[in-house]
């Protein structure tokens, strides 16, 4: 009963959908990978809740020979700018959201177009961050980063904030931007409010930032300052892959809400 569910919400998850197919999935599930707490408005259950998740690591692509190479191959063709084996490594169907379009089209827009070796280095940082396979009716997909099948529901509505993943284990949050800093607590895999940042510049969107340090906000409230490298913005890039005839692809670079 449970395998039939799980079937049926997959099945009315288009591929354009791929994010909501894969959270739906993973939270029914798999819902011991997430930890979610509540922050109510004046520690009541009225007013605006947010949810906020820790997300295990998890890679299931490592385990999948067939997968990796293809990663691999991947990761050494954006890595020296092979552009033939890029380009034969899309699907059919495959579209690089709203900012520029489908098929060959849209990959040479990420390619070429102001900004590209940002996205190029964004793209490299999320196929390399983790992911999970997921079957929508007879096709396999995958996702990448290992947090994008769970980020669809995160909110962070206060002006000037945003909300971003730790990305790594064992991080620590410092009082003040300094690694001599006493250390407030230690996070890992965390989503938390990004407040501001120190030595900032734009990365692939405005909030998805490149910074020396980031200040952040747990759920539990604790302020401080993190390693800016280890805090990712839950909207940023993220990839899918699809089996096609056979032959593992990529079918999405999205970027924001797309």
């Known amino acids: 009963m449970v395998r039939r569910l799980l079937l049926a919400i997959l099945t009315v998850c288009s591929l354009a959908q791929w994010r909501c197919s894969t959270r739906e999935v993973e939270r029914k599930a798999d819902t011991g990978k997430l930890e979610r707490s509540e922050t109510m408005k004046n520690g009541s259950s009225e007013g ?5 998740y820790r997300v295990d690591y998890v890679d299931e692509g490592a385990t999948n020979p067939e997968f990796s190479q293809f990663r691999s191959e991947l990761v050494r063709a954006f890595s020296i700018g092979d552009k033939g084996t890029i380009v034969s490594s899309i699907s059919e169907d495959f579209e690089a959201g709203n900012e520029f379009g489908r098929g060959i089209e849209g990959l040479n827009g990420f390619l070429e177009n102001e900004g590209s070796e940002l996205r190029k280095k964004a793209f490299l940082d999320a ?73 900032c510049t ?22 401080g300052y993190v390693d800016g490298e280890l805090v990712k913005y839950v909207y940023g890039m993220t990839v899918g892959f699809r089996k096609e005839n056979g032959i593992w692809k990529i079918s999405s670079i999205l970027v924001g809400r797309n």
Do not use: M
């Open 202 to 223: 734009y990365g692939v969107t405005p909030e998805d930032q490149l910074c020396s340090w980031k200040r952040v906000r747990t759920v539990k409230g604790s302020d």
């Open 127 to 199: 196929i390399t961050s983790g992911g999970r396979f997921s079957i929508i009716e007879s096709d396999t997909f995958f996702h990448a980063p290992f947090y994008a099948p769970f980020t669809r529901d995160v909110e962070c509505n206060e002006e000037g904030e945003w909300c971003g993943i730790i990305a790594s284990k064992d991080v620590s949050l410092h009082k003040a931007p300094d690694k001599s800093s006493p250390i407030l607590a230690t996070l890992s895999y965390d989503i938390v409010t990004v407040v501001d940042g120190v030595d």
């Open 48 to 52: 605006h809740t947010k949810a906020r």
